[in-house]
């Protein structure tokens, strides 16, 4: 597997979008194991969104990129306190399994450290996504304990086809050893 991971530009965001919608929702993200469409239709991103975050000084859309395109990403964001928060990491639904995912978390973090000297990282992933809860747990991501409520009602954020959609909260020291 030869890709290049590098931090998305405008030019990258149609695409990126593509990619995240077909990873997340629909049943072309059931060709993968990641994916949302059993407990969310509607949007995953948004062209909007994802042109805010790529000029935003405190975050950062790292893209995997190989001889067919675009084939993951992930967003990182600097919080207060010596944090960062991940997110929106994503395979496109063909590549799962390959190792990519594992590459993206471990420059997500290097980017973590060096753009905004985090210390831990901080995710969020649905309670009932268990086999995503173990694949961060086997890469050290540990849940905190908190759990934050699902922001029902913001179609921003997909259509709950459930009424018991909440939030886990997981985090990572970056002192650990890598992923």
């Known amino acids: 597997m030869t890709h290049k991971i590098r931090a998305a530009t405008a030019d990258d965001v149609p695409k990126l ?4 919608e077909s990873a997340y929702r629909g049943a072309s993200a059931r060709a993968g194991w990641t994916h949302e469409a059993d407990l969310l239709d509607g949007q995953r991103s948004n062209i909007a969104m994802l042109s805010e975050s790529i000029v935003a000084p405190d975050r950062v859309i790292l893209i995997a990129v190989d001889h067919s395109g675009l084939i993951g990403c992930c967003e990182v964001a600097g919080v207060a306190g010596g944090g960062a928060y991940l997110g929106l990491l994503t395979v496109a639904p063909g590549r799962q399994g390959d190792g990519l995912g594992t590459a ?11 753009r905004f000297a985090a210390t831990r990282v901080e995710m969020t992933v649905i309670r009932q996504r268990t086999a995503l809860i173990a694949y961060y747990a086997r890469r050290g991501y540990q849940p905190t304990g908190e759990v934050r409520p699902f922001p029902y009602g913001n179609p921003r954020f997909g259509v709950p086809r459930r009424d018991d959609l909440a939030f ?7 002192s650990q050893s890598a992923v």
């Open 104 to 114: 993206l978390l471990i420059a997500a973090e290097g980017q973590a450290q060096s």
């Open 17 to 20: 979008h593509a990619l995240i």
């Open 168 to 174: 886990v909260v997981l985090e990572k020291s970056l």
